[in-house]
């Protein structure tokens, strides 16, 4: 009877040390981009299938001559367009659990409003909308930096 009572006893004692909360993993994101680095003039553009990327990141620099317009926000976003809508809004930079990159507006990464940011490289922004239904309309839009003058 004393050695399940010592059993018990240690088996209580080793617990008491543990922690109850689990350690949260905070995953790298997947993109590096500021929204600094996103406030300016880019040329626009999209395509659906992979192959079409080059002849797109070209039609997207002669896109330049009517330029898309991101701007700064007023809280620390940048102001773009959501899907179908005139008016842009202020939108912010959000990283998923997994590490994946979105523009949208305040609330949880990877809302049906969001843009999920694929890649970000010498001036080169590549989007897919999260909502099925906007993606399969728009593609996959290819902003490329304009040139400044």
Not at 6 to 32: E, I, M, R
Not at 126 to 147: E, L, Q, S
Request: proline share 5%; charged share 20%.
């Amino acid at each position: 009877m004393q050695a399940s009572i010592l059993l018990g006893c240690a088996a209580l004692l080793a617990g008491c040390g543990a922690s109850s909360a689990p350690t949260p993993v905070v995953a790298t994101p997947t993109v590096a981009v500021t929204s600094e680095e996103l406030v300016g003039k880019w040329g626009l553009a999209s395509y659906r299938e992979e192959t079409d990327k080059v002849r797109t990141e070209v039609a997207a620099k002669a896109a330049c001559s009517n330029p898309y317009v991101i701007g700064k926000g007023a809280q620390g976003g940048v102001t773009m367009h959501l899907a179908d809508q005139a008016t842009p809004q202020e939108v912010y930079l959000k990283t998923a659990s997994d590490g994946g990159v979105y523009i949208g507006p305040q609330g949880k990464p990877g809302e049906r409003a969001d843009r999920q940011i694929l890649s970000y490289d010498k001036g080169v922004l590549v989007t897919r909308w999260v909502d099925p239904g906007v993606a399969k309309r728009y593609g996959t839009m290819m902003f490329v930096r304009c040139a400044t003058a």
